[in-house]
């Protein structure tokens, strides 16, 4: 009881499925990611890591069994707007800002609506996570539309700290970056959790996962395959085999 | 053409555009929130010219005009939730979701027009005027009840459109329309807002339905010609662009008096078309519709 203090875990997810007819996109998968971690998810194509983010945060669907709690809490039947304000917010791997809004103005609806803030203090604190994500100068009047991939993600993850999450998903952040990109997201992901946010990140570049993480859990046909220290986890056979095929694991 | 014809076209184009324009504005209200056309938007126009007529008629309740239009009002925020409850909502996760709600609000377009005709009979009705007399503008006269709409419908109009840009709910169903993954994300409540939004396409059909009520007759099928031509006007406007369905509004309007006037009230409806099939092979988006990526 005493180790559990320091540990106590912020997210919980237990024994999820979730079925869309006959397939089983999720297969009874149970984490918990404790306060100020990052947590990495990896798995092949189709494992089911972006569904797993669908079902924690009910968009655009709940789990069909088992239960998501959030500091002790359930949140697995409330509705995703709840969801989002309780504190569990995300990022979609494909683009999800308001395109003909300005950055700033993308980041100002998110404190407003998610935040719950004033227009006074909204203002503010867009400002201060635009800041935090190094979007500076004119990139923030511009159309959201008219931002480069890199700048996009960064306005997605100021949209997503400006309403003060608990925890934060990236659904493959990393994707369709260049490599000095993927270095300026790492620090910006340390950032983000600098403030106190845990975060689950879903990504197929590994060098990332496997600098950022301290917890790796690997996807496989929608269940757990591997979960724990990170340099482990990429040694176990069984996520070698889930990757490559079991010949080549054997070799 | 002489000076007083000229008048009459435009006075006569802009009330019919006046109509228009707030029957279009609550079509295509829902059409930029949900993406879907309702095609009882028609029949909610006859409803609620109905239900008017009920409360304030001597041949009804006859609890006079002013509280026969607000129950109206009031009933059509009911109705819309409802029609947004039964044939929308069931099918919001559905792939093809513009597919079915085409069936669905057609559905609900004729279960209610029969329901009509069941209830208040085939005998044509009309309601009381607001403004009694005529009124003469540019030299021409027309009733009072049309200069009525021709100075309500765009304060209407203005008020929907401060609505839209300056409520927090306005924002909120122009965030929702835009992207509502994202609106989901930054906390606002989809569903909620897809049931504001079908209330307040409601009730402008029903105010829609009222002005014009002491104008034309009522019948069962009162609200089918406005159906088609809204239609028209949104997708004419550029879809899921207010000022361009404004705007639409009253251009099919003048475009409908003139042509009353060179070819007939018989060609009129046809050359409309006609015409607009040529704009939109030439601009495919509509006037002040966005092309997409």
Redesign the interface.
């Known amino acids: 009881m005493l180790e559990a203090k320091n540990s106590e875990p912020l997210l919980e997810v237990r024994n999820v499925t979730r079925r869309f007819g006959a397939l089983i996109a999720l297969d009874n998968v149970s984490f918990s990611v404790r306060k100020g971690e990052i947590f990495g998810i990896a798995g092949p194509n189709g494992s089911g890591k972006s569904t797993l983010f669908n079902v924690i ?5 709940p789990p069909s069994e088992g239960e998501v709690l959030l500091a002790g809490d359930p949140i697995h039947r409330m ?3 709840q969801i ?2 309780a504190g569990v ?2 990022t ?1 791997q494909k683009d ?5 809004l300005s950055a700033g103005e993308n980041v100002y ?2 404190a ?5 803030m004033t227009s006074a203090e909204a203002k503010h604190a867009a400002e201060q996570a635009l800041d935090d994500v190094s979007l500076a100068g004119e990139r923030r009047t511009k159309a959201a ?1 008219d931002l480069s991939v890199f700048e996009r993600k960064q306005l997605m993850i100021a ?2 700290i400006v ?1 003060r999450p608990k925890v934060l998903l990236l659904d493959e952040p990393a994707a369709g970056l260049t490599k000095p990109e993927i270095s300026g997201l790492s620090d910006l992901i340390r950032t983000v959790n600098g403030r106190g946010i845990a975060v689950v990140l879903i990504e197929h570049v590994l060098p990332l996962l496997l600098e950022v993480s301290e917890h790796l859990m690997i996807l496989n046909h929608g269940a757990v395959i591997a979960s724990g220290k990170p340099q482990d986890v990429v040694r176990n056979r069984e996520v070698i085999e889930a990757y490559l095929g079991k010949r080549e694991a054997r070799l | 053409m002489t000076s007083d014809i000229l008048s009459a076209i435009i006075v006569s184009g802009i009330v019919l555009g006046s109509g228009y324009a707030l029957m279009a504005s609550g079509l295509s209200l829902v059409w930029s929130t949900l993406g879907i056309f309702n095609f009882a938007h028609g029949v909610l126009m006859t409803l609620g010219a109905y239900l008017a007529w009920t409360v304030s008629d001597a041949a009804g309740l006859d609890f006079g005009l002013a509280t026969g239009i607000a129950v109206s009002i009031a009933a059509m925020v009911g109705v819309g939730i409802l029609i947004e409850r039964v044939v929308v909502r069931p099918f919001y ?1 559905h792939r093809d979701i513009l597919l079915i709600t085409v069936m669905t609000t057609l559905a609900a377009m004729i279960v209610i027009q029969k329901g009509i005709q069941l209830i208040w009979g085939a005998r044509l009705k009309q309601l009381a005027p607001i403004m009694p007399g005529n009124v003469r503008l540019l030299q021409t006269t027309i009733s009072a009840q049309e200069a009525l709409i021709i100075v309500l419908a765009p304060l209407v109009l203005c008020a929907l459109w401060l609505f839209l840009g300056r409520s ?1 709910i306005g ?2 169903i122009r ?1 929702v329309g ?2 509502p ?11 909620l807002i897809f049931i504001i939004a079908f209330a307040v396409s409601a009730v402008l059909a029903g105010l829609t339905g009222v002005l014009l009520g002491s104008v034309r007759l009522l019948t069962p099928e009162f609200g089918a010609e406005p159906l088609v031509k809204a239609l028209i006007i949104v997708i004419f406007g550029g879809l899921g662009s207010l000022s361009g369905t404004i705007l639409a509004a009253y251009i099919i309007g003048l475009l409908e008096a003139t042509l009353v006037f060179l070819v007939g009230i018989y060609w009129a409806p046809s050359l409309i078309f006609v015409l607009l099939i040529f704009v939109l092979i030439l601009r495919p988006q509509g006037l002040l519709g966005k092309v997409v ?1």
Do not use: M, W
């Open positions: 945060t009910g968009i655009p669907f509705k995703p707007h989002s304000r917010l995300r979609f999800a800002e308001f395109a003909t609806a998110s407003v609506y998610c935040g719950q539309s949209s997503a309403g | 996760d927090r924002r909120a965030a835009q992207n993954s994202a609106a989901r994300l930054i906390g606002i409540d989809v569903s990526r």
